[in-house]
């Protein structure tokens, strides 16, 4: 079992307050992405969580039960960090086995718990290499085995990806999804890049300085965004977020449109503009355009799509999928 519900939820730094309040309620193996830019405080939350900093306010429940003042080893959580974290002078073995040896298990059971988690993490054939003889991926994989052989309530993962490249990246994101559909753990994991957020989340909690924007599936984040920070934040390329004369004439301070709602032709639409820079992802094109009156809009089109740079082009938006803010910046 592994509910989390945070309760009113505060936190400051002297005087600074970095986390004004927070409610939220993670089921039981749900898989929760904490999204947002840097210095947002989605750290600082799962450092609370996880009881390695002090609530200022509120409380953090563990299966029903108060963990606000609980020291970290009995909340029964797991924290992987960005930073391995690794012994240097232990293989790989003893680094996972360390916990369990710390907390004074039998050595059978200890070596039982540790070749699992090697087969599951595909780190069979590197018990006996210490954490200089591996690649990032198989160090992250260690520190990830370390965690899964104290059989957590939840995971609580900070950035565990960011030191790795772009392609291996990719690979863990599928490993971890992978190794939650075994696991069926509770996981919290904390990014900054809304691609992780949109492709490992079954919630998705959009954090800014300190507060949620919005919680939600990744398709309702997409499709339903509340407010303009959401809208921008969630979705890749970002949304185009036009102003001005155009969003008045829909009667809106903010008119958002996503680059793939936008039909583009070399002779007839809605909007005229002038082609800027084209980007080739042979899947897809991103086209950035200038448009007469509006400004820059980015368009998404297919592989096959051939622009130059400065040729007219005329864009139109799907009316069906256009996103409407007020001046307070929430959607209308
Ligand atoms: N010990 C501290 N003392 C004072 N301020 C702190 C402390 N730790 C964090 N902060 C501040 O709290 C805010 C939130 O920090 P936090 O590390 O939670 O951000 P984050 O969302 O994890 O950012 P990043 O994506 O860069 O890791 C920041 O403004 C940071 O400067
Ligand atoms: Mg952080």
Redesign the pocket.
């Known amino acids: 079992m592994g509910s989390i519900t945070l309760e009113k939820v505060s936190?400051s730094?002297?005087t600074?307050s970095?986390?004004p309040e927070i409610d939220l309620e993670i089921n039981d193996g749900e898989f929760v992405v904490f999204v947002?830019?840097?210095?947002?405080?989605?750290?600082?939350?799962?450092?609370m969580i996880a009881g390695l900093?002090d609530l200022s306010g509120g409380r953090i429940i563990i299966d029903g039960k108060d963990m606000s003042s609980e020291a970290p080893a009995k909340r029964g959580l797991s924290m992987v960090f960005q930073s391995y974290a690794l012994y240097p002078h232990m293989t790989v073995y003893g680094n996972i086995a360390f916990p369990l040896k710390m907390d004074g298990q039998e050595k059978s059971a200890i070596d039982k718990k540790v070749k699992d988690a090697a087969h599951i993490l595909n780190l069979t054939n590197y018990l006996d290499r210490r954490p200089g003889q591996l690649s990032g991926g198989q160090r992250q994989r260690v520190a990830i085995g370390r965690a899964i052989v104290r059989q957590p309530k939840a995971f609580l993962f900070?950035?565990p990806l960011s030191n790795l490249d772009a392609a291996l990246r990719g690979n863990m994101r599928l490993e971890i999804s992978d190794l939650h559909h075994q696991l069926k753990t509770t996981m919290i994991y904390?990014t900054?890049d809304q691609v992780e957020a949109m492709t490992m989340a079954d919630k998705i909690v959009v954090?800014n300085a300190?507060r949620i924007e919005q919680v939600g599936s990744p398709m309702e984040l997409y499709r339903s965004p509340k407010n303009v920070f959401v809208a921008g934040f969630i979705g890749s390329p970002r949304m185009n977020l036009i102003e001005g004369a155009e969003a008045a004439k829909h009667n809106v301070t903010t008119l958002g449109v996503r680059p793939e709602h936008i039909r583009i032709s070399t002779t007839e639409g809605a909007w005229k503009g002038k082609v800027g820079v084209t980007e080739h992802l042979g899947s897809d094109t991103f086209i950035h355009t200038q448009v007469d009156g509006i400004g820059q809009v980015t368009v998404r089109t297919d592989g096959d799509f051939d622009t130059k740079h400065g040729q007219p082009i005329f864009l139109t938006p799907d009316p069906a999928r256009l996103h409407r803010f007020g001046a307070d910046g929430q959607v209308i």
């Open positions: 936190k730094f002297g600074t970095v986390i947002g830019p840097s210095g947002c405080g989605k750290s600082t939350l799962l450092r900093e900070d950035e904390v900054h954090l300190g």
